[in-house]
């Protein structure tokens, strides 16, 4: 288990139903048992893996986290006790062992054919001291857990034994391995960081950290994961990018915060910019460049004068004041059209008129332009915390500060760039055991617990608590008339069936077979690739590297033809709006083609068509026509962010009636709010991920690819529903749906059995270079435009590909491609 990530085997799910000629209640019947055993099932495995990690807090090396002791080890992956065998007779040994440990028989010697092998002495040692401590009867809850196991079969034990392994292995251990690799790296970051920064010595950097600890914030303020249910006051801030302010804004003393408000701007910037839209609907003959010019010139005129718009509006002067570059004749009639304008900007923004030329100028921004750090607002004033921090710093610097104000602005920016970076090193993997709720296991029914009939497509199960004689038939869905193995040639090679529940009455059945993998021209292992990028080269900062690496051993290992002639390679660039795949042969691009899109569990060439259904309403562009709702269906933005914003509805409402009825004033939204629509989401996305996986691996089996390129897109943080403002709902939507992790590593199981290889490249700013030329395009937003029309034209005037449009995918597709080649090289991004 320990020696590959890909083994030679693949699992088929097909939906359980009736046999023919079965009612409906006999059926139901056999659910229930079922489900019964699916229940106690990943109850046990549970408790095996709580009883594993026991093992490694008494008796693994706490120095190295992803060591769990002699005996442990063993039981994860048998093979680290030093004797050769077989996949099968590895897990014999590994409940032979198990079975001595928990008391249930004695042994002396590991079983094998022919003759039985003496145990390694430090596991046989490891064994005696689990014995003599009684490990296994410490809690009540595993010897309750032993006296089950006991009265079961032994090959039951095999199986509960192997799927509590592979669950610690690949849900922990591999984790924590690669955790311990990347803090290493983080540390060497560091420290270098730290030597290129010597200005900022630990006493300061520690002064600094003291302030952030001594600020009050609100619960959810605090980095701590909270709501806003949570403890209305604490003290300190944990996060390393807190949205406070830098001194650098701070010390000008104007309302320009970054934080409050959206994006840098305060609401009435955001709602100035709805009433333009609004108005322009409503008088197409609106103008809202003038009106922005006349209403800061009639804000200016009534400041200076102390004096009302509505006071000088009556004044004769009033049109040559407000409009001195009107010619003189239509002076009257764009001052009667202005103040109508006025009137109706008064009413939109809800304010009064003196609100709106109190500082003589508007009180917002005129056009929503820079936002967040760069925002340039001066309307938008500084948060609480923006505020207290302000006032430490001045306390505990306030020597620094009056003998180098600037000097101390530049040291403070230094300090939370490495506030950002290196205060907290890469977070642990954390550990979840399974559960059938949230978590679940398919039951497994190994051999000698099923038989299978697919000419009537019908499995006969042996449950746990039934005679040997015993066995329950269930139907499925028959075998796929065009899937490679066909019923008749996997018929012999199954060697398990896992029984899964989607809902009570929705059974899945899982048939796992072996299927040999397909020789690679490549003479190195995905898993040395693996490690090379999860051990070797973990940090983002190491691509580049990483990539100069891989392609190394790679090509070293190739055996074909001339690799820069005959390697056949496939690009994938996917993104939120669509996905694009480049062949190459050697490094010379061919065709490409679009991937069609994933819609729910269907594929489209483009999305459908949205179908308005009316509610009733107004629409929001146009007053005077009903609201046009749409209705979304499928794995599409609009639908999961509609879920999003119902759990976040309902967990409010939950939260709020355990405080008004059970009293609990420190009550936070329950991981069991709206269970069962974060189950859908989590459906939907795993579709998302089949599906899209389906598609590459179908690309590159039609063009006989032997290598697959993908952006190395490093896990980002999930997004935090709590702390952004609903402008960002398509984001955290986005966040949710684009897995795109999920699909490397679908593609990557599907590409290793097909002979093919997979490899990630640096992908920062991937977008934006020319796929011809290789270079960065100068004008961003002319990008930006035609990226939205899903075009690329490069701005390059002795470019070959100067001015002529390009698809915007398949140009970041053929980039990829040339940077896995070497020829385009990426900008590193921010550390």
Request: aromatic share 8%; with cysteine.
């Amino acid at each position: 288990m320990g020696s590959t990530r890909y083994n030679c085997s693949r699992t088929l799910v097909r939906r359980a139903c009736r046999v023919p000629g079965e009612d409906r209640a006999s059926f139901r019947e056999k659910l229930r048992r079922l489900k019964t055993l699916y229940l106690q099932f990943n109850v046990d495995t549970a408790e095996l893996c709580q009883w594993l990690m026991r093992l490694r807090k008494r008796y693994g090396d706490q120095s190295k986290p992803a060591s769990f002791g002699v005996l442990c080890d063993f039981f994860l992956d048998p093979e680290t006790c030093g004797l050769e065998s077989d996949e099968k007779q590895y897990d014999r040994w590994r409940r032979d062992v198990f079975d001595h440990v928990a008391g249930f028989r004695s042994i002396d010697r590991l079983s094998d054919d022919p003759l039985p092998r003496p145990i390694p002495d430090q596991l046989a040692a490891a064994m005696q001291a689990a014995v003599d401590d009684s490990i296994t009867t410490q809690t009540t809850s595993s010897t309750c857990l032993f006296q089950r196991l006991e009265g079961l079969d032994k090959r039951h034990r095999l199986v509960l034994l192997k799927s509590a392994a592979e669950w610690m292995v690949a849900r922990y251990q591999r984790g924590m391995e690669n955790w311990v690799r990347q803090h290493a790296e983080w540390e060497d970051e560091k420290e270098a960081w730290e030597k290129a920064h010597p200005e900022l010595t630990p006493e300061i950097r520690e002064r600094f950290t003291g302030i952030f600890s001594r600020l009050k914030v609100s619960g959810d303020e605090s980095g701590t994961g909270t709501s806003e249910h949570a403890e209305p006051v604490k003290t300190g801030v944990r996060r390393k990018n807190p949205r406070i302010c830098r001194y650098e804004r701070l010390r000008k003393h104007i309302d320009n915060c970054c934080y409050a408000g959206d994006s840098g701007h305060s609401p009435l910037c955001w709602k100035f910019a709805e009433f333009q839209r609004d108005r322009l609907l409503q008088n197409k003959q609106f103008n809202k460049k003038a009106f922005k010019k006349n209403a800061s010139k009639l804000a200016s005129i009534c400041h200076e004068r102390r004096t009302r718009p509505s006071k000088l509006f009556l004044s004769p002067k009033a049109a040559d004041l407000i409009l001195p570059d009107t010619k003189p004749g239509s002076r009257p009639t764009t001052l009667k059209s202005f103040k109508a304008d006025w009137q109706a900007y008064l009413k939109f923004m809800g304010i009064n008129e003196e609100t709106a030329v109190a500082e003589g100028r508007l009180p917002h921004c005129l056009s929503i332009g820079k936002k967040h750090e760069e925002s340039t607002c001066l309307h938008n004033k500084h948060t609480d915390l923006c505020n207290q921090y302000s006032r430490l710093l001045n306390a505990e610097f306030a020597k620094e500060i009056s003998r180098d104000a600037d000097g101390f602005t530049k040291l403070e920016g230094t300090y939370r760039d490495w506030r950002r970076y290196y205060l907290a090193g890469p977070s642990k993997p954390s550990f979840r055991y399974p559960s059938s709720k949230s978590l679940p296991m398919p039951k497994v029914f190994g051999s000698g617990f099923f038989e299978l009939d697919m000419d009537r497509s019908v499995v006969r199960l042996r449950l746990d608590d039934a005679a040997s004689e015993e066995w329950m038939e269930i139907g499925f869905d028959p075998w796929p008339r065009q899937y490679s193995p066909s019923r008749d040639q996997v018929a012999d090679r199954v060697s398990s069936i896992h029984v899964n529940f989607a809902s009570p009455t929705r059974v899945r059945l899982g048939f796992h077979f072996r299927v040999e993998h397909r020789p690679s021209r490549f003479g190195c292992t995905q898993d040395e690739l693996d490690l090379l990028r999860s051990r070797t080269y973990p940090r983002e900062a190491q691509d580049k590297a990483f990539l100069a690496a891989a392609r190394k051993r790679l090509l070293d290992s190739w055996t074909g033809e001339d690799p820069d002639s005959h390697l056949r390679l496939l690009a994938v660039d996917m993104g939120t709006g669509g996905a694009h795949v480049m062949v190459f042969e050697g490094r010379k691009h061919g065709s490409d083609e679009p991937l069609r899109i994933n819609k729910g569990d269907r594929l489209y060439d483009t999305f459908p068509d949205k179908k308005p259904k009316d509610k009733g309403g107004k629409d929001k562009n146009n007053k005077n026509q009903p609201a046009a709702v749409v209705e979304v269906k499928g794995l599409r933005k609009e639908h999961v962010g509609r879920h999003l914003a119902a759990i976040a509805e309902q967990s409010a409402r939950n939260a709020a009636y355990r405080q008004e009825k059970l009293g609990d004033q420190t009550s936070v939204p329950h991981a069991s709010d709206s269970r069962a629509l974060k189950i859908h989401i989590a459906r939907m996305v795993k579709d998302w991920a089949r599906l899209n996986a389906s598609q590459i691996i179908k690309a590159a089996e039609k063009h006989n690819c032997d290598l697959i390129v993908f952006e190395s897109l490093r896990s980002k943080p999930k997004a935090d529903y709590n702390k952004l403002s609903d402008r960002y709902e398509r984001q955290k939507a986005e966040r949710v749906i684009y897995a795109f992790g999920r699909v490397r590593q679908k593609v990557k199981e599907k590409a290793v059995e097909r002979g093919m290889r997979v490899v990630t490249v640096p992908y920062f700013k991937s977008s934006q270079h020319c796929s011809t030329c290789g270079r960065v395009m100068e004008d961003s937003g002319a990008f930006q435009k035609n990226k939205k029309r899903k075009k690329f034209i490069c701005d390059h005037k002795d470019c070959q590909a100067y001015d002529k449009p390009i698809d915007s995918d398949a140009n970041a597709a053929r980039v990829l491609g040339r940077v896995f080649w070497g020829e385009i090289t990426l900008p590193d991004p921010a550390p």
